[in-house]
């Protein structure tokens, strides 16, 4: 009894020569399944490691095409954790700190709902200034990503 199933591969899986076909074919069969349940399916693409930001535009292309070929919608918070200036990055780089965390939440609500998160009063503890930034990039992202 769900509306929609957001689904995410590991990071480089898109994109790594050995593992870049499972993801499209795992898409695909999730994406039936889904579909088969009587939910949307949808990609939440992931960002790229910090210290390899070649990854952003190679993960985009395997979202949008894994999306395109399913017919998926695509939430964008790899091309958000581009575009921000904040630290999004737990110390290893790979996964995301609680800023990450939170303008990946503010990407999912602003494509889901179509709804700008600016404003919004929720800040996960962050400084008000850092939540304002992330909810504005966030909405940024999503009004000029074109799947």
Known sequence: AYDIVLMMDCSQCPIHPKLQ???HDSAKA???SVRQAGAEPALFMS????DQPQMTDQL???YVKAGRANQMRVVPAGPAFAASVANL???DKRH???AGTYLGAAVVMASLFKKSPVGNS???GLPADVAQHLQTVAWET???FKQ
């Open 21 to 23: 076909q499972a993801f």
């Open 122 to 124: 929720y800040t996960a």
């Open 47 to 50: 960002w790229a490691y910090q």
């Open 30 to 32: 999730h994406a039936a």
């Open 89 to 91: 990055y737990a110390p």
């Open 96 to 98: 995301p700190s609680l």
């Open 60 to 62: 985009a292309a395997e």
């Open 142 to 144: 999503v009004q000029s």
